[in-house]
C-alpha cells in the first residue's frame, strides 16, 4: 500500500483531521474565547464539503474491508451538505451560557458520528458496517443528553443510547446467523452464496432487517422515536432525523441490493408490509400532536415509509429517487426544524395552537415554514413533489400499483396536518400572537440555504441528473 | 444415551450461561445482578476453552469477567445503594415479556435446529499468537487492521460522550 491508496480514504481521514484540530484547539482556546471554536469548527467542515466535491480515486483498501466509488462519494456528500446546515443553524443554540462550556465536545461528536456513518456506507464487510454504526450511534446520544440539566434530555440520552444496544444486539445476532451459514464477513462472499434456501437464512435476513429499521424507525420499531425527538436538544433532533436517518437508509438500500440481491423477492415481500405500516401509522399519530417537536418526529416516521417505496426498486432508478428524496428532505426538514428551533428559543412556544396568527407578527419565518411544510407534503411547484413522484414511479416501475396508491392516499392525508399549521399561522385569530423578534445572522443564513434548497432541487433538473448519472453506473 | 466428557462439559458450561442469564435479568438487586453476569462470562470462557481458543478464553477471562465486571460494580456502587431492590414488575408485564421471549425462543431455536451445519473436519489445534498478531495488524484480504484503527474513534468519541454527560453544569 502506497500514500495514493490512502487518498482513496480522504473524506474519512480529511474529518478525523478537522476533529482532532477541533480537540487540540479546545485545549489552547481560554476560557473566555470559547466562542471562537465555533466559527473554525464550521469553516473547516465547509472547506470539508467543497473537498468532498473534487474528483477522487476510487477503488478498494484493505482487501475489500473499504470500498468507494463515485455512488458512496455522493451519499457522503450528501450527509455533508446536511450536517453543514446543521451546524449553522445550531450557533445561536451553542452560544446559550448554559451551553458554552461543552461546545467543542459538540462538534468533535458530531464529526466522529459522520466518520462512523462515512465508514458504515464505505464498508465492504460486516464488521465495518457494525463498527461504522455503533461510531455513528453512541455519540449520537451522548449529545441527546447534552442539555443534562434538564430531565428531558437525559431521558432522551438514556432512551436512545438503550433502544440502539437492543438493537444492534438483534442486528449482530442476525449477522451472527449468516456468518454461521455463510462462513464469511465480507459482502461479496455473502452475496455469492446467499440464497433463501431455509428458514435459517430468513430469519438472518429479518433479524438484520429489524435492526436496521431501529435506525431508521420504521413501525414497529419506532416507539423511542417520539420521545428521543422532544427531550434532546433541538438541534440533534434535526441531526437524528435527517442524517442518522438518510445515513441508515442509504446503507440499506447499498446492502439489500449487493449482499441480498439473490433473495430479492423475499425482502421486498418484507419492505412492502414495513412500508404500509410505516407510512399509515406515521400519519395517524402525527395529526394527533400538539408538541411541533413530536408531530415533526411522527411526520419524519411517515417519510421513512415512502422512501422504503425507492428500496423496493433494486435498481438505478431506486437509488436515485432516494438520494435524490434524501437530499430534498434534508432541506426541507431542516427548514421546518429551524423555524421552530428559533421560535422556541424567542418565545419558548412549542405547541401548533401557539402559532396562531403567526404571519401578522413573523411574516418570513411563516411562509419559510409554510414552504418547508409544502415540500413535505409533496405539493407541485417546490422540490419535494418530484422527490416523491420519482419513488413513486420507482415502486410503479416493479410493478407495485397498489403500494403507490396507498401511498398516495398517505400523502393527501399527510397534505392534511401539514395544513393545519400552515392554516394556524396564516388564518387562525389570536389575541397574543408570537411577538416579532429578529432571527440572528446564523439561524437567517441556516433557513435561506434551506429555502434556496428547496426551490433550485425542484427546478433545476441538472441536480437529478447528476444524481441520476452516478447511479447509472451502479452495477 | 451416553456422553463424552466434553459433551458433558458443553452441557454444564451451557447449563450455567443459561441459568445464570435468566437470574440477571430477573434478579431485583444490581449488584447480584452484576455478579451472576460475571458466572455467565466466565462460563463462556469455558467454551471457547473446549473450542481451543485459548487467546479468545483469555481475553474473555481478563477483559470481561476482570474488567468490566469490576466497572460495573465500581459504577454501581459509587450510584446507587446496594441495598435498594427494584419494584416487582407487575403481573401483566411479566406475562406479555414471557410469552414474547417463549414464543422468539421457538421460532429461532425451529430455524437453528433445522438447518443442515456442513461438518467441520478440520482438526482443532491451538491458534497461533504469531498468526493472531499478524492478522490484526495485517492490510490485505482477512486483515483486521481498519477496524483495530476505527475502533480507536469510537473509543475517543465515547469518552468525550462520558464527559459531555458528567461535565457539571452551571444549574443543576
Known amino acids: 500500500m502506497t500514500f495514493q491508496d490512502f487518498l482513496i480514504m480522504r473524506h474519512e481521514i480529511v474529518l478525523v483531521a478537522i476533529a482532532m484540530i477541533v480537540l487540540i484547539a479546545e485545549i489552547f482556546v481560554s476560557e473566555k474565547n470559547r466562542k471562537s471554536i465555533i466559527p473554525i469548527a464550521i469553516t473547516l467542515f465547509f472547506i470539508n464539503v467543497l473537498f468532498g466535491f473534487c474528483p477522487a480515486h476510487t477503488g478498494q483498501l484493505f482487501g475489500g474491508m473499504y470500498k468507494t466509488g463515485d455512488l458512496q462519494i455522493l451519499m457522503k456528500n450528501v450527509l455533508n451538505i446536511g450536517v453543514l446546515i446543521i451546524f449553522i443553524q445550531a450557533v445561536k443554540w451553542l452560544k446559550e451560557p448554559d451551553n458554552m462550556d461543552k461546545v467543542s465536545e459538540y ?64 442486528l449482530l445476532y442476525g449477522i451472527s446467523m449468516i456468518y454461521g451459514m455463510t462462513g464469511s464477513i465480507y459482502f461479496d ?33 419506532h416507539l423511542w422515536t417520539a420521545d428521543v425527538y422532544e427531550g434532546a436538544p433541538v438541534s440533534i433532533t434535526m441531526f437524528l432525523s435527517v442524517i442518522s436517518k438518510g445515513a441508515a437508509v442509504f446503507v440499506l438500500f447499498i ?25 399509515t401509522i406515521g400519519n395517524l399519530f402525527a395529526i394527533r400532536q400538539q408538541n411541533l417537536k413530536r408531530f415533526l418526529a411522527f411526520s419524519s416516521i411517515a417519510q ?44 419558548g412556544k412549542e405547541n401548533i395552537n401557539d402559532y396562531n396568527g403567526m ?10 415554514m409554510m414552504l418547508a411544510f409544502f415540500s413535505l407534503a409533496g405539493i407541485p411547484p417546490v422540490a419535494g413533489f418530484f422527490g416523491k413522484f420519482f419513488l413513486f414511479t420507482a415502486a410503479a416501475h ?78 | 444415551m451416553e456422553f463424552t466428557g466434553t459433551q458433558l462439559m458443553f452441557i454444564i458450561f451451557s447449563a450455567i450461561i443459561v441459568i445464570f442469564s435468566i437470574l440477571t435479568v430477573t434478579s431485583r438487586r444490581i449488584l447480584r445482578a452484576a455478579i451472576y453476569l460475571l458466572f455467565v462470562l466466565i462460563s463462556t470462557a469455558g467454551i471457547y476453552f473446549m473450542l481451543n481458543y485459548q487467546f479468545l478464553a483469555a481475553v474473555q477471562l481478563g477483559l470481561y469477567a476482570g474488567g468490566i465486571i469490576v466497572l460495573i460494580i465500581f459504577s454501581i456502587l459509587l450510584t446507587s445503594h446496594i441495598s435498594q431492590k427494584f419494584e416487582k414488575v407487575e403481573w401483566k408485564k411479566s406475562v406479555f415479556s414471557a410469552i414474547a421471549v417463549i414464543a422468539g425462543i421457538i421460532v429461532t431455536l425451529t430455524a437453528v435446529l433445522n438447518y443442515q451445519f456442513e461438518a467441520n473436519n478440520a482438526i482443532t489445534q491451538e491458534v497461533d499468537m504469531n498468526l493472531i498478531g499478524t492478522k490484526l495488524l495485517s492490510y490485505d484480504r482477512g486483515g483486521y487492521v481498519l477496524p483495530f484503527e ?3 474513534i469510537l473509543l475517543l468519541a465515547s469518552m468525550i460522550g462520558a464527559i459531555v454527560i458528567a461535565k457539571k453544569g452551571k444549574k443543576v
Open chain 1, 359 to 368: 404571519y401578522h407578527t413573523n411574516p418570513k419565518l411563516s411562509l419559510t
Open chain 1, 107 to 170: 462538534f468533535i461528536l458530531i464529526i466522529s458520528t459522520v466518520i462512523g456513518m462515512n465508514f458504515m456506507i464505505s464498508a465492504g464487510d460486516f464488521l465495518m458496517f457494525y463498527i461504522g454504526l455503533e461510531l455513528a450511534t453512541i455519540p449520537i446520544a451522548a449529545l441527546a443528553a447534552y442539555e443534562r440539566y434538564k430531565n428531558r434530555s437525559a431521558e432522551a440520552g438514556i432512551k436512545l443510547i438503550l433502544s440502539a444496544a437492543l438493537s444492534s444486539g438483534v
Open chain 1, 189 to 221: 462472499e455473502v452475496g455469492a452464496v446467499f440464497t433463501a434456501s431455509s428458514s435459517l437464512h430468513v430469519l438472518g435476513l429479518i433479524f438484520f432487517f429489524a435492526g436496521m429499521a431501529f435506525k431508521i424507525s420504521l413501525v414497529p420499531f
Open chain 2, 150 to 152: 476505527v475502533i480507536s
Open chain 1, 255 to 279: 446492502i439489500l441490493t449487493t449482499v441480498f440481491k439473490a433473495v430479492m423477492p423475499m425482502w421486498q415481500d418484507l419492505v412492502v408490509v414495513i412500508s404500509i405500516l410505516t407510512m
Open chain 1, 398 to 475: 416493479q410493478g407495485y400499483y397498489m403500494l403507490v396508491l396507498i401511498a398516495v392516499l398517505n400523502a393527501t392525508i399527510s397534505l392534511y396536518y401539514y395544513l393545519i399549521v400552515v392554516k394556524a399561522m396564516f388564518i387562525n385569530k389570536n389575541e397574543t400572537p408570537i411577538a416579532y423578534f429578529k432571527s440572528d445572522f446564523s439561524t437567517k443564513l441556516g433557513l435561506l440555504i434551506c429555502v434556496i434548497g428547496i426551490f433550485v432541487i425542484g427546478f433545476a433538473s441538472p441536480v437529478y441528473e447528476y444524481i441520476n448519472q452516478i447511479c447509472l453506473t451502479l452495477p
Open chain 1, 304 to 347: 421513512a415509509g415512502f422512501i422504503l417505496l425507492g428500496i423496493l426498486d433494486g435498481t438505478s432508478l431506486g437509488m436515485t429517487s432516494v438520494i435524490y428524496f434524501v437530499l430534498i428532505y434534508i432541506f426541507s426538514n431542516l427548514a421546518a426544524f429551524g423555524v421552530v428551533t428559533i421560535v422556541a428559543q424567542m418565545s
